[in-house]
């Protein structure tokens, strides 16, 4: 479902952000947190150069959704 509205970094970024939170509000896993499922499909919302920005960064510098 995420990839099915990725962010290239052209259009609106709080529009996706807004979409992709609504997808995420879908999920509910026992034992796993909001904050750790959209941590984990983030990365998948993305293609193109915001796809490649995000993996430039390393991990250590995202510790949370915040």
């Known amino acids: 479902m995420v990839q099915n509205h990725p962010f290239s970094g052209k259009k609106d970024p709080n529009q996706h952000l807004k979409t992709f939170l609504q997808i995420c509000n879908t999920f509910n896993i026992d034992g796993v947190t909001n904050d750790q499922i959209r941590a984990r499909l983030f990365p998948f919302s993305l293609i193109g150069k915001a796809?490649?920005?995000?993996?430039t960064l390393l991990e250590t510098t995202i510790n949370?959704?915040?």
Not at 51 to 55: D, G, I, P, R, V
């Open 64 to 66: 949370n959704w915040q």
């Open 51 to 55: 796809h490649q920005w995000l993996s």
